[in-house]
């Protein structure tokens, strides 16, 4: 069992945790309830343990809530940069600071790591602190190639300490309640979904200027395949119904005349600035999904549709979210705070999430359980779009992903 279908509720369950003035719908139609503006928290505090985390990385990972969070300490932090590095000790009111990750992963007071790095080193800075015996939480994606993904997953299995994938979209309101009404059965059978994720920075623009630079310099971010991001998309139907992803056919845009993009431009060899695949599951649903830097729009999206309901994400368009049940609508969605901490409920970064991310994390290893987005989880959704990539070298052939679930 997947730990999308491990996370499911039933009906009951829905109605009696979560709050906000929604109209839940079933699957035939008739309205259930509507639920009251306050009800009994469903989080409570088992445990006084507190779990000792290093942070690394000051930009990204200043966005986070460990320090409030009643079941976790910032023991330490780090970063290569010192106004950076300071940042977090500011953020988290952490005194300790090291100059390096490679340090920090030396200190036996830590029991867990957030990997808030570049990119392309988030596979390498995991495998350092599992060497190390740290639990680790990384930024999105988990890796860039499969050689990367089959290491990250045989050191989880050596070691047996959690991994999880810091993925904003599992957490996004939308993607929650698309989860609850798959596991109430409210879209039927779920036919068909499609997803986006649009973060435009055309030439010249400041939000270029910003991202791919820092004190002149090139930053990971300058031609990055939008395909070796693919997070923010696949998690919208991964972590919905826990399908897995096997086939692929992706068409990438090479824009003309960009200084950024081409196989000579960059250290990735990459000519696109935006990737359109048509996927494959593994119980013969087609998926749509897009990932661009250069399309004029914002923000990432899904639509999921079934044979007796559907589900619109808001767009930046100007589309209201909608959820169409047989002869119901409904626009508007619960916040879900019930399930985190008192000090968490509240408004935080990407949609929400990351108060989500926060205490999934604490709590896992509280629990001594696998995180939501455990190793198997962030691979699922990694994974396509290396070969996603490889597809749109090739013109748009089809090519078979490769599955690391456990055996």
């Known amino acids: 069992m997947t730990n999308a279908a491990k996370a499911g509720l039933d009906r009951r369950q829905f109605l009696k945790q979560f709050t906000g003035a929604t109209t839940l719908v079933a699957a035939t139609g008739e309205v259930l309830a509507k639920a009251p503006e306050v009800l009994p928290p469903i989080w409570k505090q088992t445990s006084e343990r507190k779990i000792r985390i290093g942070i690394v990385g000051g930009r990204f990972g200043c966005s986070f809530q460990w320090h409030e969070h009643p079941n976790c300490t910032v023991a330490a932090v780090s970063d290569l940069i010192p106004k950076r590095c300071q940042a977090l000790q500011q953020r988290y009111g952490c005194a300790k600071a ?241 399930a985190l901490p008192p000090p968490l409920r509240h408004a935080s970064g990407h949609g929400g999430s990351h108060t989500f991310i926060t205490h999934e994390f604490i709590d896992a290893l509280v629990e001594d359980r696998e995180p939501a987005i455990d190793i198997y989880e962030a691979l699922a959704y990694t994974v396509p779009g290396i070969v996603a990539h490889q597809s749109s070298f090739k013109d748009g052939e089809q090519l078979a992903i490769p599955q690391f679930d456990p055996a």
């Open 98 to 338: 090291y100059e390096s990750l490679e340090k920090l992963v030396l200190d036996p007071s830590i029991d867990a790591v957030g990997v808030f790095t570049d990119a392309p080193s988030h596979a390498k800075h995991v495998l350092l602190c599992m060497d190390h015996g740290k639990h680790v939480i990384s930024a999105v994606p988990a890796c860039m190639d499969l050689e990367q993904a089959q290491a990250m997953k045989a050191k989880k299995e050596a070691t047996g300490l959690k991994y999880m994938m810091a993925e904003t979209t599992y957490y996004r309101r939308h993607t929650m309640m698309a989860r609850r009404l798959h596991r109430d059965g409210a879209f039927g059978n779920l036919i068909y979904c499609e997803a986006e994720y649009y973060h435009p920075w055309p030439s010249g623009s400041g939000e270029r200027h910003h991202l791919a630079f820092y004190n002149g310099k090139r930053t990971w971010r300058y031609g990055l395949p939008p395909m070796l991001y693919p997070t923010h998309s696949t998690g919208f139907l991964v972590g919905v119904t826990g399908e897995r992803l096997t086939k692929v056919s992706c068409v990438g845009h090479r824009p003309p005349g960009d200084e950024m993009y081409g196989e000579d431009k960059n250290v990735y060899r990459n000519p696109f600035d935006s990737g359109m695949g048509m996927f494959l599951t593994d119980r013969s649903h087609p998926f749509r999904c897009n990932v661009s830097w250069g399309i004029k729009a914002h923000g990432e999206r899904a639509q999921w549709f079934g044979d007796k309901g559907a589900m619109y994400c808001a767009a930046s368009g100007g589309q209201p979210t909608n959820i169409i049940i047989p002869g119901k609508r409904m626009r508007s969605l619960p916040n879900f705070w019930e």
